[in-house]
């Protein structure tokens, strides 16, 4: 990953800290940041999770399907290296699955089946406040070194100030609200791609690659365009088109 260059990092930045333009999609933010690191680091996919009021997490956003899972079991077990993170409110880096089951007993099993040998993780924070975590699962050993560390956390720690910035200016509007909404969306999407993937006869990743290029094609967001598919199914044929 030390290879990459500067010029790739700085767009991949922007990207990151431009949360504070009109019609801002939380999820599609998610989602791009997802998709972003995943890119960077070598044979690697990548899990969000957003904390609410109580220091609940949630899931937001993965980079395919097997990472979703991922990261709903470790919700589900209270188990792996994305709550380490964020109880710690610290990077776990270079975790190799193989002798981790001490550490996260369920996890590192069912990660290590699913085809995965390596892991860390990053919270989403600003100075005290840790919002949320990210996931990095690798198939190889995808070792960071420090440089790459920095890195990662850095694109971690914008997306939480784009994020806590986001609230402040909208009018006091507290993380609560935007997160339950987001959540509510997240299960429309959830159904929408189940829709699209047994409409279209393809898989769920495909489904959700789907939706998400209809939404950018015409500009809408994402949880919009998947409630079109929910309530008119004859919207289904729409999505493929150019």
């Known amino acids: ?14 990207e990151v800290a431009d949360t504070l333009v009109g019609g801002f999609d939380l999820i599609e933010f ?23 009021e109580q220091d609940r997490l949630h899931f937001m956003a993965a980079s395919d399907e097997t990472t979703t899972l991922l990261e709903l079991l470790q919700l589900q077990w209270r188990d792996g290296p994305c709550l ?12 190799d699955l193989s002798t981790a089951s001490p550490r996260w007993p369920q996890f590192a099993r069912y990660a290590s089946s699913a085809g995965f040998r390596s892991v860390h993780a990053f919270p989403l924070r600003l100075r005290d406040d ?21 890195i990662v956390q850095a694109l971690a720690d914008v997306a939480a100030i784009g994020l806590l910035q986001e609230r402040a200016i909208h009018h ?3 993380l609560t609200e935007q997160l339950q909404g987001a959540l509510n969306n997240r299960i429309i ?9 047994q409409a279209h006869h ?5 489904a959700f690659e789907l939706i998400r290029a209809h939404a950018r094609r015409t500009h809408r967001r994402l949880s ?10 004859t919207s289904l044929p729409d999505l493929t088109a150019d």
């Open 202 to 206: 393809v898989s769920v990743d495909a």
């Open 30 to 52: 998610m989602q791009m940041l997802a998709d972003r690191v995943a890119g960077l680091v070598t044979d690697t996919t990548v899990g969000l999770l957003l904390a609410d």
């Open 1 to 14: 990953m030390t290879t990459v260059s500067e010029q790739r990092l700085a767009t991949i930045f922007v």
């Open 224 to 233: 919009d365009v998947a409630l079109r598919v929910l309530t008119d199914v």
């Open 189 to 197: 999407i959830e159904q929408a791609k189940g829709a699209v993937a």
């Open 172 to 174: 006091g509007e507290v």
């Open 130 to 150: 840790v919002i949320g975590a990210m996931g990095v699962f690798g198939t190889g050993r995808n070792d960071l070194d420090d440089a790459d560390v920095q």
């Open 84 to 95: 380490d993170a964020f109880r710690g409110a610290a990077p776990v880096v270079n975790a």
